[in-house]
Nanobody, 122 residues
Framework: QVQLVESGGGLVQAGGSLRLSCAAS????????MGWFRQAPGKERERVAS????????YYADTVKGRFTISRDNAKNTMYLQMNSLKPEDTAVYYC???????????????WGQGTQVTVSS
């Protein structure tokens, strides 16, 4: 089974940028449909973006469309989330997730990383 490790989180001012990475090991990365999710205190986990096995198709939540970009490098077993024009409401723990099949909701994903904190100050 695949193991996922997120990195790249931190504290940034509103309007700034961060790039998250999700490194996968223990599985064939290209077999997995991948997603980024986030969870703010007191709120449910929500989907941010997802990407298909080859990286040819991407899907975004309306709240991040035009500001965030999801990508993957199957040769490096890594997925990325470039986050621009960050807002205080983007503050959350960000998780990467993997599944063999197409997944949009958190419950669709079988494998999860431990999360990385993103804090956007106003």
């Amino acid at each position: 089974q695949v193991q996922l490790v997120e990195s790249g989180g931190g504290l940034v001012q509103a309007g700034g940028s961060l790039r998250l990475s999700c490194a996968a090991s223990g599985g064939t990365f290209s077999w997995y449909f991948m997603g980024w999710f986030r969870q703010a205190p007191g709120k449910e986990r929500e989907r941010v973006a997802s990407i298909n096995w080859s990286g040819s198709r991407t899907y975004y939540a309306d709240t991040v469309k035009g500001r965030f970009t999801i990508s993957r490098d199957n040769a490096k077993n890594t997925m990325y989330l470039q986050m621009n024009s960050l807002k205080p409401e983007d503050t959350a723990v960000y998780y990467c997730a993997a599944n063999y099949d197409v997944g949009l909701a958190p419950g669709d994903y079988r494998y999860w990383g431990q999360g990385t904190q993103v804090t956007v100050s106003s």
